[in-house]
């Protein structure tokens, strides 16, 4: 039995460097930091097994990339992340 695991990239994003490398400092780190990574590929996973292909997709939808999507209240959406999902990658 041959199972093959295909990643699909359905976009970009970019967080702050403290996210990424978990800095000391918890949260409060990442809202101060003022560096962003490089845009980082989102990926929905395609699994060719022999009984069907299965997707699994923990994917964004393109209107992340809109303004207003997340909610202006809240300090994660709102400093620490940046998205970058065309509609015709989702």
């Given at each position: 039995?041959?199972?093959?695991?295909?990643?699909?990239?359905?976009?970009?994003?970019?967080?702050?460097?403290?996210?990424?490398?978990?800095?000391?400092?918890?949260?409060?780190?990442?809202?101060?930091?003022?560096?962003?990574?490089?845009?980082?590929?989102?990926?929905?996973?395609?699994?060719?097994?022999?009984?069907?292909?299965?997707?699994?997709?923990?994917?964004?939808?393109?209107?992340?990339?809109?303004?207003?999507?997340?909610?202006?209240?809240?300090?994660?959406?709102?400093?620490a992340l940046q998205?970058?999902?065309?509609?015709?990658?989702?």
């Amino acid at each position: 039995m041959t199972i093959r695991i295909h990643a699909v990239q359905t976009g970009t994003t970019k967080i702050k460097t403290a996210q990424r490398s978990r800095k000391p400092g918890g949260i409060l780190r990442v809202f101060t930091d003022t560096q962003w990574t490089e845009w980082l590929p989102i990926y929905a996973w395609l699994i060719d097994h022999p009984e069907g292909l299965i997707v699994v997709d923990i994917g964004e939808t393109a209107r992340t990339s809109e303004p207003g999507y997340f909610p202006a209240w809240h300090p994660y959406y709102r400093t620490a992340l940046q998205m970058n999902v065309k509609p015709e990658m989702r």
